[in-house]
């Protein structure tokens, strides 16, 4: 196997393990580091736009985290997180429906690092995950960093296609794999915004349950939708099928690195085990921080204050597209970050994106979010972070870069 991809000049590259074969930095990283100049309109990202957060709501809680449990605070915690804070969380995810109890919960630095206790517990080299396609290009790199393939499953606008499901299920059995998880994403997809709708939900389920497969429910956006509230969660009618993802980094700030994970009670405790051999606890201050703001702050308004500047820019984007690239097709987001636009078949989106970069705008390449190598004619535009003005400049960008290529 070809370790550590392509860094010959690396005097330790012989020594580093099998698994960081799929530690190759993307090709489209180097892109990105342009991307980020402040004249560039990146539609490429997902940063939660934080500036909505007001800064006083942290300071308070920030100052009463000191002043009032600093010995807590500053101290190592609960392998499992601080009850406190896991009882705060059954209340946030009691809005979508989910009842757990505090013991449910394990603590996590961030759900990013639930994906990777998961991993951890149950992949092994040349296991499957089973993974809507496109999916969330990080959670992908986790999957293959423990040497797992991942199989897609079709999607269409009402999420993953459950006969496709059924099908690649029969398939993979058929060739003799072992499927460990289905990996999904159901409300606001990462990367192309669409939900799963609740007859789906029900019916992945069961297909889940008739083939012994666990379901990793990943939820970052549920609570970020613009009109109704989304379906109910998986895990609000499956206690025993379904491991169940959380995080505050949208709802409230990412730099706090806390999310959690619910699990079913046998491999809860393996999740705590891991969790201890890999943090020993999740940081105590970042804990105490957010139990703070949910009890001191209006952290349900602050939520519609969210979703409301998220709606604008949505529109904004939704807007710009109508106006810009009327003969392309797009999926139409009610909740969350992402739009997934679809270009005409011949054209490549990575190979776009030099030229996008030159006109100052830049967005991530559909094959990002593929293990396969689909997505060519498709890209992920994000509208979480640009202001609405900067959006609509951004698609206006990109559809001299488009209709330039379409036209050649
Ligand atoms: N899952 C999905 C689908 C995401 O989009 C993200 C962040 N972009 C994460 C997990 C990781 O989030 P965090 O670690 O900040 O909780």
């Given amino acids: 196997m070809d370790k550590a991809q392509g860094n010959n000049l690396d005097p330790w590259y012989s020594h580093y393990a099998e698994r960081t074969a799929g530690l190759s930095a993307s090709e489209v990283r180097a892109l990105f580091a342009v991307a980020s100049r402040p004249e560039v309109v990146s539609l490429a990202g997902g940063m939660p736009f934080v500036s909505a957060l007001p800064q006083e709501l942290v300071l308070t809680a920030v100052e009463r985290t000191v002043r009032d449990h600093g010995a807590v605070a500053l101290q190592y915690g609960s392998g499992q997180g601080s009850p406190r804070l896991r009882e705060q969380i059954l209340e946030v995810m009691a809005l979508e429906g989910i009842h757990a109890g505090v013991d449910d919960v394990v603590v996590t630095t961030g759900s990013q690092h639930a994906l990777e206790l998961v991993s951890k517990l149950f992949l092994d080299p040349?296991?499957?995950?089973?993974?809507?396609?496109?999916?969330?290009?990080?959670?992908l790199v986790v999957f293959r960093s423990f040497q797992a393939d991942v199989a897609h499953v079709e999607m269409d606008e009402l999420g993953l296609v459950p006969q496709s499901l059924r099908d690649t299920i029969a398939r993979l059995r058929e060739q003799g794999r072992t499927i460990k998880f289905l990996y999904t994403i159901p409300s606001f997809q990462n990367p192309m915004g669409v939900t799963l709708s609740w007859e789906r939900r029900m019916e992945v389920l069961e297909i889940a349950r008739e083939n012994d497969i666990l379901v990793v429910e990943d939820n970052p956006y549920g609570l970020l939708y613009f009109d109704q509230a989304p379906p109910q969660a998986m895990r609000s009618v499956d206690e025993d099928g379904v491991i169940y993802l959380g995080t505050f980094s949208k709802t409230l700030a990412p730099g706090l690195r806390v999310?959690?994970?619910?699990?079913?009670?046998?491999?809860?405790?393996?999740?705590?085990?891991?969790?201890?051999?890999?943090?020993l606890s999740p940081s105590s201050f970042a804990q105490t921080v957010i139990s703070e703001y949910l009890s001191t702050a209006d952290w349900k308004g602050q939520i519609n204050t969210f979703r409301d500047v998220y709606r604008e820019r949505r529109d904004a984007m939704l807007g710009a597209l109508n106006e810009q690239l009327p003969t392309l097709s797009w999926t139409v987001p009610n909740g969350g970050f992402y739009i997934w636009l679809t270009l005409p078949n011949n054209m490549d989106s990575k190979a776009m994106l030099?030229?996008?970069?030159?006109?100052?705008?830049a967005y991530t390449p559909g094959t990002a979010f593929f293990a396969d190598g689909n997505g060519r004619n498709a890209m992920r535009l994000s509208f979480c972070y640009p202001s609405p003005d900067f959006i609509r400049e951004g698609i206006r960008r990109l559809a001299i870069v488009i209709n330039g290529e379409m036209s050649l």
Avoid: F, Q
């Fill in 126 to 139: 040349g296991d499957v995950v089973i993974a809507e396609g496109p999916s969330y290009v990080t959670a």
């Fill in 259 to 279: 999310g959690w994970a619910v699990a079913p009670h046998a491999i809860r405790e393996k999740l705590i085990l891991a969790n201890e051999a890999a943090v």
């Fill in 354 to 361: 030099p030229r996008a970069v030159k006109e100052l705008v």
